[in-house]
Nanobody
Framework: QVQLVESGGGLVQAGGSLRLSCVVS????????MGWFRQAPGKEREFVSA????????YYTNSVKGRFTISRDNAKNTVFLQMNSLKPEDTAVYSC??????????????????????WGQGTQVTVSS
């Protein structure tokens, strides 16, 4: 059974940084595109970033461009989200998800939640002002 486990969340002051990790288990090798989503209290789940299997194609929602960087280590079945210059509005539960395809073709495809077939439980990120 495929499992995704996130880590790296926590409490940080505005302007600070965190690095989230998502380890995928249950697969000999993780060839799926991967995504990060977040959900703040009282709000809908929001797409944050995605990365194709090869790691060369990435997608970001506008609000995190230039501050967040997604990457992956396929040898370790791990996906990362480096978050810099954090803002209070970044506060949310961050979840990683495994896409049903190896490559995502468009930003619209990256943000479509029903194309992700496995999800982690999430890790809390809280940014204080």
């Amino acid at each position: 059974q495929v499992q995704l486990v996130e880590s790296g969340g926590g409490l940080v002051q505005a302007g600070g940084s965190l690095r989230l990790s998502c380890v995928v288990s249950g697969r000999t090798s993780n060839t799926a595109a991967m995504g990060w989503f977040r959900q703040a209290p009282g709000k809908e789940r929001e797409f944050v970033s995605a990365i194709n299997w090869g790691g060369k194609t990435t997608y970001y929602t506008n609000s995190v461009k230039g501050r967040f960087t997604i990457s992956r280590d396929n040898a370790k079945n791990t996906v990362f989200l480096q978050m810099n210059s954090l803002k209070p509005e970044d506060t949310a539960v961050y979840s990683c998800a495994s896409h049903r395809y190896t490559a995502i073709e468009t930003m619209e495809d990256a943000a479509r939640t029903y194309d992700y077939d496995y999800w982690g439980q999430g890790t809390q990120v809280t940014v204080s002002s």
